[in-house]
């Protein structure tokens, strides 16, 4: 008798928990998705899948050339052309806090107030810390964290009027692990995590719900420029998680977005790093909690095996360079 009691007392705290932590689901079908480095790779796919399920578009960039046939590539999956629209304009979002605000107010008065803010504009550089410069350290935190504090000031008065919206941060798998090669890159995605945990505080009473995504690379022409110029430890390590499609990712960022997921991820290390670095983050699932509070321990005793490896690539390196320098 006592164990069916707790069984049944089991079932509804699970339900009464689900109810607390799931946050309602927003429509796309009619709804504003303003979308920044929309113009190629990952925004740009994730600006096609959102049209595909009914949403108006806003795209923002800075080059008009690749915003205009961008443009033109999303409108030919639009699913009904008398009701949705793509609008496009180009703004440096790293610069002018008031030109960043007319940007989006023009997107605003094109297709109605912000639904869903897609902070999607940043870019990488790798290599080892003493050949990266102070320059290349500051360009990382003004485009990958301070560009998306400023296109999210532009937008965030309507949602708050509205009573409703979703923010969403793109990260990277390496704002969630420090990675050779990345101390400017990893520095700056690190930093959206802890506004992005600080904005959902603030937000939470309006209903408005904020999303990071840590995709893995993905095969967009941002990522095979930056290959250029990745150190061999770096390749390496990356090679560890593989690579994924922006179709893939934008569906799932989409998804999660939707659902409003605090953390969002694609593959299975996606899914393992961030119930591992889940920490003190917003709860928005009764099932990713329990996996959470379930799965940490294990995780992270096999993460260690994944750091272990990660410093064998970084040794093996190292002997190379060292033979090489013997030799020459």
């Given at each position: 008798?006592?164990?069916?009691?707790?069984?049944?007392?089991?079932?509804?705290?699970?339900?009464?928990?689900?109810?607390?932590?799931?946050?309602?689901?927003?429509?796309?079908?009619?709804?504003?998705?303003?979308?920044?480095?929309?113009?190629?790779?990952?925004?740009?796919?994730?600006?096609?899948?959102?049209?595909?399920?009914?949403?108006?578009?806003?795209?923002?960039?800075?080059?008009?050339?690749?915003?205009?046939?961008?443009?033109?590539?999303?409108?030919?999956?639009?699913?009904?052309?008398?009701?949705?629209?793509?609008?496009?304009?180009?703004?440096?979002?790293?610069?002018?806090?008031?030109?960043?605000?007319?940007?989006?107010?023009?997107?605003?008065?094109?297709?109605?107030?912000?639904?869903?803010?897609?902070?999607?504009?940043?870019?990488?550089?790798?290599?080892?810390?003493?050949?990266?410069?102070?320059?290349?350290?500051?360009?990382?935190?003004?485009?990958?964290?301070?560009?998306?504090?400023?296109?999210?000031?532009?937008?965030?008065?309507?949602?708050?009027?509205?009573?409703?919206?979703?923010?969403?941060?793109?990260?990277?798998?390496?704002?969630?692990?420090?990675?050779?090669?990345?101390?400017?890159?990893?520095?700056?995605?690190?930093?959206?995590?802890?506004?992005?945990?600080?904005?959902?505080?603030?937000?939470?009473?309006?209903?408005?719900?904020?999303?990071?995504?840590?995709?893995?690379?993905?095969?967009?022409?941002?990522?095979?420029?930056?290959?250029?110029?990745?150190?061999?430890?770096?390749?390496?390590?990356?090679?560890?998680?593989?690579?994924?499609?922006?179709?893939?990712?934008?569906?799932?960022?989409?998804?999660?977005?939707?659902?409003g997921k605090f953390l969002s991820y694609v593959g299975m290390d996606g899914w393992l790093l961030c119930n591992l670095s889940s920490g003190m983050s917003p709860a928005?699932?009764?099932?990713?909690?329990?996996?959470?509070?379930?799965?940490?321990?294990?995780?992270?005793?096999?993460?260690?095996?994944?750091?272990?490896?990660?410093?064998?690539?970084?040794?093996?390196?190292?002997?190379e360079k060292d033979t090489k320098l013997k030799l020459s």
């Amino acid at each position: 008798m006592l164990i069916y009691c707790a069984f049944i007392l089991c079932i509804v705290v699970f339900f009464v928990l689900s109810i607390l932590l799931s946050p309602k689901k927003i429509d796309l079908q009619g709804s504003h998705v303003l979308i920044t480095g929309g113009s190629s790779g990952i925004g740009k796919a994730i600006a096609i899948e959102a049209v595909k399920r009914g949403a108006n578009v806003a795209i923002i960039a800075r080059n008009e050339k690749k915003l205009a046939d961008a443009k033109q590539e999303i409108e030919s999956y639009i699913k009904d052309k008398n009701k949705q629209r793509v609008f496009s304009t180009s703004v440096d979002i790293t610069k002018n806090a008031e030109l960043v605000k007319e940007a989006v107010n023009k997107a605003e008065v094109e297709l109605g107030p912000v639904t869903i803010l897609i902070n999607n504009a940043g870019s990488a550089v790798a290599g080892n810390f003493e050949e990266t410069s102070f320059e290349q350290f500051q360009r990382m935190m003004e485009l990958n964290f301070l560009g998306g504090v400023n296109v999210t000031k532009a937008a965030i008065k309507r949602m708050k009027e509205n009573n409703k919206g979703r923010i969403v941060f793109i990260s990277s798998q390496a704002g969630q692990v420090g990675v050779f090669g990345y101390t400017a890159y990893s520095a700056s995605k690190f930093a959206l995590r802890g506004f992005a945990e600080s904005l959902q505080m603030e937000v939470k009473p309006f209903n408005i719900y904020v999303t990071m995504a840590f995709p893995p690379d993905t095969d967009t022409p941002g990522l095979a420029e930056e290959n250029k110029s990745k150190p061999k430890e770096t390749l390496l390590i990356s090679d560890t998680v593989g690579l994924f499609s922006p179709s893939d990712v934008a569906k799932s960022v989409l998804r999660d977005t939707v659902n409003g997921k605090f953390l969002s991820y694609v593959g299975m290390d996606g899914w393992l790093l961030c119930n591992l670095s889940s920490g003190m983050s917003p709860a928005t699932s009764i099932t990713d909690l329990l996996q959470q509070i379930f799965t940490m321990g294990l995780f992270r005793f096999i993460c260690q095996f994944y750091l272990f490896h990660f410093d064998r690539i970084i040794k093996r390196c190292k002997e190379e360079k060292d033979t090489k320098l013997k030799l020459s």
